[in-house]
């Protein structure tokens, strides 16, 4: 099995800055893709972010120039900085990871999420 666990939520005021972790543990042959996901009240979780093990990266619209992902591969870890936040990036934010496990079974997971508000 592959654990995931975020770190990093919090409150913070508009315009200002909060950095994301989540670090994959467990059975761990490879890692995929990794991302985050964020889901406020009353809506469908939305991809936020997402990386490959080369590096590339995807965005979604509304934190484009904003957000940045990044991923450390020895570590097995994902990071989201997230800049200029406004009161509409408040969610629950949750890590994502396709990972190959030791038994060689593809698997997609997700972590527990950790919670993001913005002030106003």
């Known amino acids: 099995q592959v654990q995931l666990v975020e770190s990093g939520g919090g409150l913070v005021q508009a315009g200002g800055s909060l950095r994301l972790s989540c670090a994959a543990s467990g059975s761990i042959f490879s890692i995929n893709a990794m991302g985050w996901y964020r889901q406020a009240p009353g809506k469908q979780r939305e991809l936020v972010a997402s990386i490959t093990r080369g590096g590339s990266t995807n965005y979604a619209d509304s934190v484009k120039g904003r957000f940045t992902i990044s991923r450390d591969n020895a570590k097995n870890t994902v990071y989201l900085q997230m800049n200029s936040l406004k009161p509409e990036d408040t969610a629950v934010y949750y890590c994502?990871?396709?990972?190959?496990?030791?038994?060689?079974?593809?698997?997609?997971?997700w972590g527990q999420g950790t919670r993001v508000t913005v002030s106003s």
């Open positions: 994502n990871s396709e990972a190959i496990t030791t038994a060689r079974v593809t698997k997609v997971y």
